[in-house]
């Protein structure tokens, strides 16, 4: 297939647990809209991981999930913004790139825009962590987070003896054997889908995550990231990332950048709402283009 070169590829970036598998429903509605995507797969994640077996096999043996290594250990954000340069630098030396980032992933895509910014047509901020301030590392918001995923994941929570302490694994699959359990997570992340939509869903998901990234190196700078025109994508039916937190740090990085605001656009969609209904994310990221 031929396309034109002018037209961005759009570069997605997956969230806490997940992987490219996760942006393939967006992707084939991207490629009917005539747009070119890659989904990235951060290290210690996806097809390439070397995951703990234990959390496919059926039924699942909780000794042997909780003393599985894990391909997330000494995973750092230098390592994702390290792995996600090398793509951008290949794709943009043919065609503009779109970088995308959802939840998690944010801090990846900002510290990736600090460091090539001139690399980058626009970054998209997909209900996405923004760190615009470095209190925010250290000290309360002070926003009301009516979040439902706290309480969802913590219990999901694999206790492990894992070298590193910034690694969570998460048992997502345990959610097909438990209704209860099922409807808490399923609110608070993909509230708008169908239950066979959620599972799907599930399926698709790593278990283990670094949260070590959360570091100062992911703030946003005014020379780096500020230079690029950024988006971010509110989902004001979000229960992951409550939307008064996305407005704390779209407010908090406008402050930063009064003259590159966030062009902000809402959808009325939940926090991983593009798997279950991926033609209203597609037509925005194109309207974008």
């Known amino acids: 297939m031929r396309t034109d070169a002018r037209r961005p590829l759009f570069l997605l970036v997956h969230g806490g647990s997940g992987n490219a598998r996760t942006w393939e429903p967006l992707q084939n509605e991207l490629a009917l809209l005539g747009h070119l995507s890659y989904a990235v797969d951060l290290p210690g994640h996806g097809a390439h991981a070397d995951g703990p077996a234990a959390y496919h096999r059926l039924p699942q043996d909780p000794?042997?999930?909780?003393?599985?290594?894990?391909?997330?250990?000494?995973?750092?954000?230098?390592d994702n913004v390290t792995h996600v340069l090398g793509i951008v630098r290949r794709v943009a030396?043919?065609?503009?790139?779109?970088?995308?980032?959802?939840?998690?992933?944010?801090?990846?895509?900002?510290?990736?825009a600090n460091a090539a910014p001139?690399?980058?047509?626009?970054?998209?901020?997909?209900?996405?962590?923004?760190?615009?301030?470095?209190?925010m590392l250290t000290e309360p918001w002070g926003v009301v987070d009516?979040?439902?995923?706290?309480?969802?994941?913590?219990?999901?929570?694999?206790?492990?003896?894992?070298?590193?302490?910034?690694?969570?694994?998460?048992?997502?699959?345990?959610?097909?054997?438990?209704?209860?359990?099922?409807?808490?997570?399923?609110?608070?992340?993909?509230?708008?889908?169908?239950d066979h939509r959620f599972r799907l869903l599930l399926d698709c998901l790593?278990?283990?995550?670094?949260?070590?990234?959360?570091?100062p190196a992911a703030l946003v700078r005014a020379d780096g990231w500020g230079r690029v025109p950024h988006t971010y994508v509110r989902l004001s039916e979000d229960r992951g990332i409550a939307p008064a937190v996305q407005d704390h740090m779209i407010r908090t990085a406008d402050a930063l950048?009064?003259?590159?605001?966030?062009?902000?656009?809402?959808?009325?969609?939940?926090?991983?709402?593009?798997f279950g209904r991926p033609r209203l994310f597609a037509d925005l990221l194109a309207e974008l283009a």
């Open 118 to 135: 001139e690399l980058l047509r626009r970054v998209v901020h997909l209900s996405a962590l923004c760190l615009g301030d470095p209190a």
């Open 93 to 112: 030396a043919r065609r503009p790139v779109v970088l995308v980032g959802h939840s998690l992933g944010g801090l990846t895509i900002s510290a990736v």
């Open 63 to 78: 000794v042997a999930l909780a003393a599985a290594p894990s391909p997330m250990c000494g995973v750092t954000l230098r």
């Open 257 to 274: 950048t009064p003259d590159n605001p966030f062009d902000v656009r809402t959808l009325a969609a939940s926090h991983v709402g593009w």
């Open 206 to 215: 790593d278990p283990d995550e670094n949260h070590a990234v959360w570091e």
């Open 146 to 194: 009516d979040n439902l995923l706290n309480d969802a994941a913590a219990r999901i929570v694999v206790p492990t003896d894992l070298p590193d302490p910034g690694v969570v694994r998460l048992n997502w699959r345990a959610a097909h054997g438990d209704p209860e359990l099922f409807a808490a997570l399923k609110a608070a992340v993909m509230a708008d889908a169908s």
